[in-house]
């Protein structure tokens, strides 16, 4: 039974990027056989952020219509590093960490995807037994002329950087990995088109059906601005509290929301059309608008509405009213004179170093008992119950 | 004990064209310590020519003091084929035809190299169980864009002709021969220096003493212009017969002369010099001197003064004197009416296809019982010992 148009367009319309051919995706969508989806990942980065569940909603939208995800643990591309979209090289991991960081990838991954319908495989499957007759055949196929035309390969090769053999690798690798999965459809983001693209290729090649290319727009990092991404630490994390991720929304600035709210929420686009105008004509606060998202995202990341209303309940009480939070960490005080403020400031674990919290307390964002921090001295009279406060939301209370 | 001078200049003056580094290779020779002396074969080209026997020559004055070769069945790189001086990509051979070829090879090589002093070792010795993981530390060490100044690579690359990316995998297998057989010192033509150096350059990232690079010169071809080579055309081959062997010297421009005694004989600097002084000013016939030459090659390819000088006897009777050789080879002529000349010519042997002969014909360059054919007709009257002859040096005699 062919799907219907709403369908259709909930698929293919709304937070997709490009499908590589379009046509050819969409009508092995309605021939209904299901369809092996394709999604690698790479363990040296086993964190998940909200810009990686644009595409897991995308897969499980299309579990919902009985198709099936291929998750590829990436053990060996890992082993070489992707410099997609990079400058420098990885360096490589063990085997230890490839297997812990595999198990934190796939306890976020099954928030968002239906682990029934979904099958594991590690590419050590096929790549432990790979014979260099078999690399030899694998690059055959390829010029190095043709890698050379990925963007950032190109812009490094033109700048004189250096680009080791092994990376030309990488792209094959993975198109590999289609080719033993036989591979119906791969996602990615936008940013991983020429790898997908290498991957349909490769499968024609070698005389299967070529898959399709299904990418993903990029989701903005929470500063509005480029890529979400934890090296540039504007993540919202699948695994942060919930607390942070709400008050992280909370931060977008006003530009970022629309395509927030259309690239992770299900809000039905006439009520985006509506919000934007409602927004431009100054008939609704963008603070409203924004605590929707807030509450919409935290709900998507934990996977309970509970969650996030206690978020929002937080946030309004502890960011909108100053009031400190009703579960407030304690610290117990060792005995003996307290220690200087900076120090007392690590190891309360409100300040990461002892030059941060000299800052901090420079900037005048360290409170104790109530008053502002002037100095770093030992603070006189700590009492039982005093709080300690760096900024708006981190809060230590001191036992003794 | 450390080598006389005149040994010192044999080794590293005569037929040499590089030596990387030579204070280096020439401090190693000196200290006596038996060195190991990587020659590595394309068994996709098995036919030797004397522009091969350059560096066989110095193999085997390097295994009179005491040194070892070790020869290297290339089993391996032969499954891609090098692009070295060529622009298009070799293709693939089957594992009976390596086979066969090594043999080929082995048994022309052995006419000019020491077998006792040789080790014999393939590829598959390592290559047969290397894994991707291999590969992936193999290629992780050179840059594409170091491999992107070889000047073969480079040329294709600016002309925007394609390079597979198994062609960058030949320096680094050819490299890591050296690595797996411990490499003192690799052999090979000027046209081999990018690779030669890859090796030294691998041994020294995997913590061995880097080998040096024994580089000879090229030797010109009979057209006195390019590389000696088999695909040119204008190659001595070492198993063609010997009368063969000795005209194609005789039929090298003068300005090589000088070269090849240089190159592949032994006569002394001193000769060659006078030599050279008495061509100029006319006081020799460059003939004379060839006739020497042609001599030399023919006792160095087949290691037989008796072949050498049949082979001139020969030359000077057939070619010079223009009689029929002693030993004409015969054909018996079937019985009915005799067919056209031309079809006569290729049953015979004499021409290689009907065109060819028809084009012979043309040209005059046919005599049948001593007289020149004008038209491809049936000869008439042939009778029993008649002599077919096409151009100065082919011949058959007919039986009916």
Redesign the interface.
Known sequence: MPLDQATLDKITRRAVAEIVPEGEFIQRLQEGRPLRLKMGFDPSRPDLTLGHVVGLRKLRQLQELGHKVILIVGD?TA??GDPSGRSTQRTMLSADEVKQNAQTYMRQFFRFVDREKTEVVWQSEW??K???????RL??????????QREDFRKR?DA?N????????YP?LQAYDSVAIKSDVEFGGTDQKFNLLVGRDLQEKMGQRPQQCFMVPILVGTDGVTKMSKSMGNFIAVEEPPETQYGKVMSLPDTAILNYYELVTDVPEAELVEMQRAIAYGEVNPMTVKKRLAFEVVKLLNGSEHTARQAADTFERVVQRKEAPEEIPTYKLPSGPAPRLSKLLVDTGLAPSVSEARRLINQKAVEVAGAIATADEPPAGLKDGDVIRVGKRRWVRVER
Do not use: N, R
């Open positions: 060996w082993q070489i790549f432990g790979f014979t260099l007759e078999d690399v030899i690059t055959a196929k390829f010029t190095v002329g043709q890698f050379l090769f004189g250096p680009i080791a053999i092994t990376e030309l690798l094959l």
